[in-house]
């Protein structure tokens, strides 16, 4: 499966040692790789009718790159990042974060999710079921 997190409220460190730094002493504390589904879970009492494609995850860089969106021109950063759940391609609006990742460095925040199954052999439906459907 293709996993592709596009980025909203995000942060970029340059290292797992700045993104402990700010973490701060009393809160909540993430290790630089995690995952948490967080749009399968409901706030409040009222439930959630269908989970969203929404996580919170940290992640560490393996490779990143600059592109330029050829319909408007402006500037995205891509990143292969690792997480606990394997690598994800992870695409931030230039104009939402800092700067771009760097290998080795640490992408933390909230992501919507798109995914993509491995390709299947194609099987041709035969003549006669094009025909009749289900019935044949």
Request: aromatic share 14%; proline share 7%.
């Amino acid at each position: 499966m293709q996993l592709t997190a596009f980025g909203h409220n995000v942060k970029v460190y340059r290292s797992q040692e700045e993104f402990h730094e700010d973490q701060g002493e009393g809160s909540t504390r993430f290790a630089p790789v995690c995952f948490i589904p967080t749009g399968t879970f409901s706030l409040g009492s009222t439930p959630r009718a269908f989970p969203e494609a929404i996580a919170f995850m940290n992640g560490i860089v393996v490779e990143s790159s600059t592109f330029r969106n050829t319909h408007t021109g402006l500037p995205f950063h891509w990143a292969l990042v690792r997480l606990p759940i394997g690598t994800v391609d992870v695409v931030l609006d230039a104009s939402d974060v800092d700067r771009a990742p760097d290998v080795g460095g640490v992408v933390s925040g909230e992501f919507w999710l798109a995914g993509k199954l491995g390709a299947y052999p194609h099987r041709p439906v035969p003549w006669y079921r094009r025909i009749f459907g289900a019935f044949a």
